[in-house]
């Protein structure tokens, strides 16, 4: 209902999918629904790739360590630790942890995590990949980067 409706105020959208087959099936009835193209058609839907879940897309060799220290620094909050030494040892247990532990968790706690997840990706090394791809892609159809704003374009 919720599509429906903003496209018949004209207000302007933007859908970010789970790729799973039954999460692109619905989507897919939504658009139809609104008289809109197919996700794999719709510019206004980005759809995570290879038939991911978000938390799987998320979970990768190059998050894996923010992942792993943002989930050990909510342990040692909630347990109100102070000790050096709990927390030196949290903080091990949790770098143990493989991506498939590291998934599960998330999956399992999809609301517990999802503010921290953007404050764990800053602190990945590489600039570019602080911010996974279709996130961004999302990002920037909802609000466009600053200079399409500005109307400053470098082909004007």
Not at 54 to 79: C, G, K, R, V
């Amino acid at each position: 209902p919720f599509l429906r409706l903003t496209t018949r105020f004209h207000i302007p959208w933007v859908v970010f999918s789970d790729g799973e087959e039954k999460a692109i099936n619905d989507l897919d009835n939504a658009l139809d629904k609104s008289g809109q193209p197919c996700s794999a058609n719709n510019p206004r839907c980005v759809v995570i790739p290879d038939k991911k879940c978000f938390e799987q897309y998320l979970t990768t060799p190059n998050s894996l360590d923010a992942l792993q220290l943002m989930m050990a620094d909510f342990q040692i909050e909630l347990s109100n630790t102070t000790n050096e030494q709990g927390i030196a040892g949290m903080r091990e247990s949790w770098k143990r942890k493989d991506e498939t532990a590291i998934l599960d968790q998330l999956k399992s706690h999809k609301t517990r995590y999802g503010a921290r997840i953007a404050d764990a990706f800053q602190t990945i090394g590489d600039e570019d990949k602080r911010i996974p791809k279709r996130v961004k892609e999302a990002l920037d159809l909802a609000v466009p980067p600053s200079s399409e704003v500005n109307g400053d374009d470098d082909n004007a």
